[in-house]
């Protein structure tokens, strides 16, 4: 697969089969977010891999809409210095962002599938994951393998992006 095939055809995934993700096809996720580029190649990020059926269930609390957690193969919680308390730039959240893309772009090479989920709950992010009072976890990122596989080929959704003239400016806005 092409990067643009992989940008083109990429499609958020959220209902997943019952079988865990092949361990060098998770390796090669987590590589893709480690392989990523950083603002002065800070690499601030860690990854926190979550695989156990019961701490993915737990975890799905952390959101609204982080139910898609509970049924995933493996969950990469995204944690940064916390740039509110910490003398960490914000720019960190455009490096997560980035390493966040790469993920997502490899696993769907490998066809597995992948939705981002946001944290609400800090407080049990914190409890669940284990990470320092001086980070945050803002986000995290479901990953298995589609429950339906023809959902790797999906046709594009009618009106699911705006059109390219609609959202570029030339020199000015």
Not at 137 to 158: I, V
């Amino acid at each position: 697969m092409d990067t643009w095939q992989a940008i083109d055809t990429t499609r958020a995934i959220r209902k997943f089969a019952e079988r865990p993700l092949e361990p060098e096809h998770l390796r090669r996720i987590l590589d893709a977010g480690r392989r990523s580029g950083s603002s002065k190649n800070q690499q601030s990020w860690d990854f926190i891999v979550c695989t156990n059926r019961e701490h993915l269930l737990r975890l799905s609390e952390v959101g609204p809409y982080a139910q898609h957690l509970a049924g995933a193969a493996a969950a990469i919680a995204l944690v940064v210095p916390d740039p509110a308390t910490h003398d960490a730039p914000y720019s960190i959240m455009w490096d997560l962002g980035r390493a966040a893309q790469n993920m997502t772009l490899a696993a769907w090479e490998l066809d597995i599938g992948s939705v981002p989920a946001t944290v609400y709950n800090q407080p049990l992010a914190r409890e669940l994951l284990g990470y320092p009072a001086d980070h945050c976890c803002e986000f995290m990122l479901s990953f298995g393998y589609p429950e339906k596989p023809e959902a790797l080929t999906w046709a594009k959704r009618a009106g699911g992006r705006k059109p390219l003239e609609a959202v570029v400016h030339y020199e000015r806005w």
